[in-house]
């Protein structure tokens, strides 16, 4: 994916900034995982200890979106056809 300049610094600021709400360092957190550019690996690393639960977690979860956006895969998440046969 590609994204204009203006957004990069705005998604990689915006999680660290513990004046903004958590649902937004959130969200934030999560478009770094879609962004999947190796730029992001670091931060959400760090971040993946925040002291707030949805931030931290949000952070686990882009980074395991990032892994499954390098290994190619079609469908971050998907379910096997078998579950539960």
Do not use: K
Request: glycine share 4%.
């Amino acid at each position: 994916m590609h994204f204009p300049t203006p957004v990069w610094p705005l998604c990689c600021n915006m999680p660290q900034d513990t004046s903004e709400h958590a649902m937004v360092r959130h969200e934030a957190a999560e478009a770094l995982g879609a962004i999947a550019q190796p730029e992001c690996v670091a931060l959400l690393q760090q971040l993946a200890s925040d002291p707030e639960p949805v931030v931290a977690h949000s952070c686990v979860v882009a980074l395991d979106m990032l892994e499954s956006e390098r290994a190619g895969e079609f469908e971050y998440a998907a379910m096997p056809q078998d579950v539960g046969a």
